[in-house]
């Protein structure tokens, strides 16, 4: 996979919103402009907006070319080093009928989100351009108060500083707590930040696993599999994959249904290592761990399968950020989780 060109103070980054439209909403208008003042201020990026990225909730539900133009235009644009996705959502995979794959190959540059935007960085990884499953403008970014400084420390580790090796390290606080959003009083609170004892948890596995980055949010996986950005079970071989949940919490059984759809295809045999992040708001955070066993242990007989849980990625805060296609490595002595590579050059 095609590795991005690294971020450099001054350089011009691009604010899509592929999935939903709230960022254009008035009630959410100063999340936005939060988030795109910190890009600018704390990280010295000069930021655009993509012509239909504010045009509300309605328009872009109903105007799925719309979004995915913002997004090829972005791409095309030779000024634009990087694209970040203002919030998460549903339905991104209405966009995969609209998406240019030649014209993300021929101009590959940072693009980072997550939640629904797993579908986007399909899409990536199918132009064979390494993305970023990290920070949004409306969540990370627009922090309450202030940016978390263990984001910020990946945003400056991956993006704009990499290294040859580079650890992904437990946070020591956490939090899922929820003040509304169209409050814009609410951002001037820090939201209440609970202590994890825990660190990363290792359920089963022993040795070192490597292998390349691959995964994002399962609650997405049902809407993909089948089309034409799902790996084929042999794309999976030598892989890690990383799973997290969304705020919406899915029931452990549907965990366990996806998941067995995975050993199914066949995908449960071919990875080498499993990442799983925190649950938001640690709910079924010992139930999912039971399915994780149940499935991958148990029923589909790989019980040496390395599986660190509590990774601080995806739907709680702080996060890190995950790039895809990286060489990674799960060291099942010490519970730890490294990058092996740059992402970016």
């Not at 939903?20 to 999340?31: E, K, W």
């Not at 009928?97 to 939640?115: A, L, R």
């Not at 935007?117 to 399909?122: E, G």
């Not at 029923?299 to 990286?326: K, Q």
Request: with cysteine; net charge negative.
């Amino acid at each position: 996979m095609t590795k991005p060109p690294r971020l450099v103070q001054g350089d011009t980054v691009a604010i899509v919103s592929l999935s939903s439209g709230i960022g254009g909403d008035v009630a959410f208008a100063h999340r936005y402009e939060i988030g795109k003042k910190r890009l600018e201020t704390e990280f010295g990026l000069n930021v655009v907006t993509m012509p239909n990225a504010l045009k509300g909730i309605e328009y872009l539900d109903n105007n799925p070319k719309a979004r995915a133009d913002d997004l090829i235009d972005a791409f095309k644009d030779k000024t634009i080093k990087a694209i970040i996705c203002m919030i998460g959502g549903d339905d991104t995979i209405r966009l995969l009928e609209h998406i240019d794959f030649d014209v993300i190959k021929s101009n590959p540059k940072i693009f980072m989100g997550y939640s629904d935007t797993t579908t986007n960085h399909f899409m990536m990884r199918k132009a064979g351009v390494v993305s970023f499953y990290g920070p949004s403008i409306l969540a990370e970014f627009a922090e309450n108060v202030a940016m978390h400084d263990y984001t910020k420390h990946y945003i400056h580790n991956i993006l704009f500083q990499p290294s040859n090796e580079l650890p992904i390290n437990p946070s020591p606080l956490w939090t899922s707590e929820h003040l509304e959003w169209t409050n814009k009083e609410n951002s001037n609170i820090a939201r209440q930040m609970a202590k994890d004892d825990r660190g990363f948890e290792l359920l089963q596995g022993r040795g070192i696993a490597r292998g390349r980055l691959l995964g994002g949010c399962i609650d997405v996986f049902p809407m993909i599999i089948g089309t034409k950005i799902w790996p084929s079970p042999d794309e999976w071989r030598d892989t890690i994959l990383f799973i997290e949940t969304s705020e919406e919490c899915p029931q452990p059984k549907d965990i366990k249904y996806i998941l067995r759809g995975l050993a199914a295809q066949g995908i449960i045999n071919r990875i080498n290592g499993i990442v799983v992040g925190k649950p938001a708001n640690e709910k079924y955070y010992d139930e999912y761990k039971e399915v994780l066993l149940q499935v991958i242990g148990k029923e589909s007989g790989r019980c040496e399968l390395p599986i660190l849980y509590n990774v601080n990625f995806g739907h709680t805060a702080p996060i890190c950020i995950l790039p895809y296609g990286i060489n990674a490595e799960i060291d099942c002595g010490c519970g730890s989780l490294y990058l092996l590579e740059p992402a970016v050059v």
